[in-house]
């Protein structure tokens, strides 16, 4: 089993960056492809990026795309998502989350197993 914990959310203002973490317990991570999704009130998880297992390819929604950088450090456990150029339309909570072993690097939700608590992230204008 897979606990995944993010932290690294917060309150920024507009045009600032943050990094959050997710870090994982239990197993290793890297077997698994790891995604970054957020959710805003009353709307359904919105994917945001996602690393493959093996770290030779990445994705991006093109809402963060240029601005957003995920990578994964296999020594520590742990996966990030530099954010920077935030912007009010960022703040949402933010869910790390993994698929089964050696899965694909895929957007839809249905296809991660695993997800951490979420961390909330506001932008202030």
């Known amino acids: 089993q897979v606990m995944l914990v993010e932290s690294g959310g917060g309150l920024v203002q507009a045009g600032g960056s943050l990094r959050l973490s997710c870090a994982a317990s239990?197993?290793?991570?890297?077997?698994?492809?790891m995604a970054w999704f957020r959710q805003f009130p009353g709307k359904e998880r919105e994917f945001v990026a996602a690393?493959?297992?093996?770290?030779?390819?990445?994705d991006y929604a093109n809402s963060v795309k240029g601005r957003f950088t995920i990578s994964r450090d296999s020594a520590k456990n742990t996966v990030y998502l530099q954010m920077n150029s935030l912007n009010t339309e960022d703040t949402a909570v933010y869910h790390c989350?993994?698929?089964?072993?050696?899965?694909?690097?895929?957007?839809?939700?249905?296809?991660?197993?695993?997800w951490g608590q979420g961390t909330q992230v506001t932008v202030s204008s």
């Open positions: 989350a993994a698929t089964t072993p050696w899965g694909p690097l895929v957007r839809n939700w249905n296809n991660y197993s695993h």
């Open positions: 239990g197993r290793t991570l890297s077997t698994y492809t």
């Open positions: 690393v493959k297992w093996n770290g030779d390819s990445t």
